[in-house]
C-alpha cells in the first residue's frame, strides 16, 4: 500500500517561504510521477507542479519562477521549494502519486500567506 505524507505547511506573510515535503513509503526512482496539487476554499483542486521520474517537471503558470519541485531519491521524498509567497496561493496542499495508471494522495497540508 502506497502511502503519502505531507509536512512543511504553515502560516507565512506574503512575500515568504515555505518548503512542503512529500515522503513515499515506496521508492519514487522509477516508474511514476509525484505532483503537488492545491485546493483553495470554495475552489477545485488544481496542479501547481509535477516531476517524473525520468527528470521531467512541468508547472502552473501562477507558480512559475517562484516555485520549484525536487525529489530525493534516496529519502523517497518529493519537496516543493514555495517562494515570494502571496495571499492567493492559500490553500490546501495535497501530494499525489501516479504509477501503473493508479493515482495516490496524501492527507494535505495547510498553507496560509497572510497580507
Known amino acids: 500500500q502506497v502511502q503519502l505524507a505531507e509536512s512543511g505547511g504553515g502560516l507565512v506573510q506574503t512575500g515568504g517561504s515555505l518548503r512542503l515535503s512529500c515522503a513515499s513509503s515506496v521508492s519514487i526512482s522509477s516508474g511514476n510521477v509525484m505532483a503537488w496539487y492545491r485546493q483553495a476554499p470554495g475552489k477545485q483542486r488544481e496542479l501547481v507542479a509535477a516531476s517524473t521520474s525520468g527528470g521531467a517537471t512541468d508547472y502552473a503558470d501562477s507558480v512559475k519562477g517562484r516555485f520549484t519541485i525536487s525529489r530525493d531519491n534516496a529519502k523517497n521524498t518529493v519537496y516543493l521549494q514555495m517562494n515570494s509567497l502571496k495571499p492567493e496561493d492559500t490553500a490546501v496542499y495535497y501530494c499525489?502519486?501516479?504509477?501503473?495508471?493508479?493515482?495516490?494522495w496524501g492527507q494535505g497540508t495547510q498553507v496560509t500567506v497572510s497580507s
Open positions: 499525489k502519486r501516479t504509477s501503473f495508471g493508479r493515482d495516490y
